[in-house]
C-alpha cells in the first residue's frame, strides 16, 4: 500500500487564516468595521486562559477587534448572564465565546442558551444547533467539527456516497460532525454513522466499515490498526496528555488514534498535534467575520 498522506492540518488553517485576514480588511475598507469579538473567561484554569490568550492572539493577527472579560470563579450565575445580555445588545460586539468548563454552580446549558444565536461563533446555542440539524444556511457550526469538513475538502478528499464513521457523541464534536457529513452539499453528501461505547465489541466492526473514519472519544491511542479498514481515511480529534518517561517534561501529547501502527493502512491520516486542532482556530474566526458582514451588512440595508 502506498505511503499515507499526512494531513498537514497547520498548513491548512494558515490558508484559511490569511484568507479571513484579506477578507476582513476589505470589510473594513468598504463598512468602516473591524469584526469584533468578545472573549468571556471564568475563574483562573490555567487551559482555558492559554486558549483564550491564543484565540485573542489569532483574532488580532486577523486584524479583528477583540476583548477578554476575566471574572472570578465565584460570580453568581446571573451576573454573568447580565453581561451575556449586554454582550448580546452591544452592536460594535459579532461574536461572543463564553470559555468552558465553567464553575460546577453555573449551568453551563443555561449559558449556552443565552448567548445570541448570531453572536454564538462557537456554534453551541440551541438554535444554530437545529438550523444544522435541518440543513437552513444561516447557522453557524461548531468549529471543530466545521474544521474536518474543511481540512478534508482542502486535501482533496471525496467525501460525497463515502461512509463515514464518528466514534464519539458528543454536543460539541460528534454530533454536529455526523450533521456536516450528511448535508447535501459539496464538501459533504456522506453516510454518516455515530458509534460510541454503547456499541461494546460491536465497536470495531463498524469502524472497520468506515471509508472516513473519525476519532473523537477523548480516549488516548483508543483506534488500533485492526479497527480501521485498509485505505481508509482517518482523522483524529483527540488530544490526550499520556506520560513518557523519555520526554523533559514526562508526557507527551497523543490523539485517540494509534498514529504509527494506523498510518501503515490508512490512505491518509491527521497527526497530532498539527492535524485538526489548528483548524478549530481557524474556523473561528472564520465563523466571527461572518458574523461581523451579517450584522453589519442587515443594518447597513435600506428600509
Same mark, same amino acid.
Given at each position: 500500500?502506498?505511503?499515507?498522506?499526512?494531513?498537514?492540518?497547520?498548513?491548512?488553517?494558515?490558508?484559511?487564516?490569511?484568507?479571513?485576514?484579506?477578507?476582513?480588511?476589505?470589510?473594513?475598507?468598504?463598512?468602516?468595521?473591524?469584526?469584533?469579538?468578545?472573549?468571556?473567561?471564568?475563574?483562573?484554569?490555567?487551559?482555558?486562559?492559554?486558549?483564550?490568550?491564543?484565540?485573542?492572539?489569532?483574532?488580532?493577527?486577523?486584524?479583528?477587534?477583540?476583548?477578554?472579560?476575566?471574572?472570578?470563579?465565584?460570580?453568581?450565575?446571573?451576573?454573568?448572564?447580565?453581561?451575556?445580555?449586554?454582550?448580546?445588545?452591544?452592536?460594535?460586539?459579532?461574536?461572543?465565546?463564553?470559555?468552558?468548563?465553567?464553575?460546577?454552580?453555573?449551568?453551563?446549558?443555561?449559558?449556552?442558551?443565552?448567548?445570541?444565536?448570531?453572536?454564538?461563533?462557537?456554534?453551541?446555542?440551541?438554535?444554530?444547533?437545529?438550523?444544522?440539524?435541518?440543513?437552513?444556511?444561516?447557522?453557524?457550526?461548531?468549529?471543530?467539527?466545521?474544521?474536518?469538513?474543511?481540512?478534508?475538502?482542502?486535501?482533496?478528499?471525496?467525501?460525497?456516497?463515502?461512509?463515514?464513521?464518528?466514534?464519539?457523541?458528543?454536543?460539541?464534536?460528534?454530533?454536529?460532525?455526523?450533521?456536516?457529513?450528511?448535508?447535501?452539499?459539496?464538501?459533504?453528501?456522506?453516510?454518516?454513522?455515530?458509534?460510541?461505547?454503547?456499541?461494546?465489541?460491536?465497536?470495531?466492526?463498524?469502524?472497520?466499515?468506515?471509508?472516513?473514519? &473519525?476519532?473523537?472519544?477523548? @480516549?488516548? *491511542?483508543?483506534?488500533? +490498526?485492526?479497527?480501521?479498514? /485498509? $485505505?481508509? %481515511?482517518?482523522?483524529?480529534?483527540?488530544?490526550?496528555?499520556?506520560?513518557?518517561?523519555?520526554?523533559?517534561?514526562?508526557?507527551?501529547?497523543?490523539?485517540? &488514534?494509534?498514529?504509527?501502527? @494506523?498510518? *501503515?493502512?490508512?490512505? +491518509?491520516?491527521?497527526?497530532? /498535534? $498539527?492535524? %485538526?486542532?489548528?483548524?478549530?482556530?481557524?474556523?473561528?474566526?472564520?465563523?466571527t467575520l461572518t458574523a461581523a458582514i451579517r450584522q453589519v451588512t442587515r443594518v447597513a440595508e435600506p428600509a
Open positions: 500500500m502506498p505511503e499515507a498522506l499526512i494531513i498537514d492540518g497547520k498548513r491548512i488553517a494558515s490558508e484559511i487564516r490569511d484568507e479571513v485576514r484579506i477578507d476582513a480588511a476589505e470589510f473594513l475598507q468598504r463598512y468602516g468595521v473591524r469584526p469584533r469579538i468578545m472573549f468571556v473567561l471564568v475563574g483562573n484554569n490555567p487551559a482555558s486562559e492559554v486558549y483564550v490568550r491564543n484565540k485573542g492572539i489569532a483574532s488580532e493577527e486577523a486584524g479583528f477587534s477583540h476583548e477578554t472579560k476575566v471574572l472570578p470563579a465565584n460570580i453568581e450565575e446571573s451576573e454573568l448572564i447580565d453581561l451575556i445580555r449586554s454582550i448580546n445588545e452591544d452592536p460594535l460586539t459579532h461574536g461572543l465565546l463564553v470559555q468552558f468548563p465553567l464553575p460546577k454552580h453555573i449551568r453551563e446549558e443555561r449559558v449556552i442558551e443565552l448567548i445570541s444565536p448570531d453572536k454564538d461563533v462557537d456554534g453551541f446555542n440551541p438554535l444554530n444547533a437545529g438550523r444544522l440539524s435541518i440543513g437552513l444556511g444561516n447557522y453557524f457550526a461548531p468549529c471543530t467539527p466545521a474544521g474536518v469538513i474543511e481540512m478534508l475538502a482542502r486535501s482533496g478528499i471525496a467525501v460525497s456516497g463515502k461512509h463515514a464513521v464518528i466514534v464519539g457523541r458528543s454536543n460539541l464534536v460528534g454530533k454536529p460532525l455526523a450533521l456536516l457529513f450528511a448535508q447535501k452539499n459539496s464538501k459533504a453528501n456522506a453516510v454518516a454513522t455515530i458509534a460510541h461505547t454503547g456499541a461494546g465489541e460491536k465497536l470495531g466492526e463498524i469502524t472497520r466499515s468506515a471509508d472516513i473514519l &473519525v476519532a473523537a472519544m477523548g @480516549v488516548p *491511542l483508543a483506534i488500533t +490498526a485492526d479497527m480501521v479498514k /485498509p $485505505g481508509a %481515511v482517518v482523522v483524529d480529534v483527540g488530544i490526550n496528555r499520556v506520560a513518557d518517561a523519555t520526554k523533559k517534561s514526562g508526557s507527551r501529547l497523543v490523539g485517540d &488514534v494509534d498514529f504509527d501502527r @494506523v498510518k *501503515l493502512k490508512a490512505s +491518509a491520516i491527521t497527526p497530532v /498535534p $498539527g492535524g %485538526v486542532g489548528p483548524m478549530t482556530i481557524a474556523m473561528l474566526l472564520k465563523n
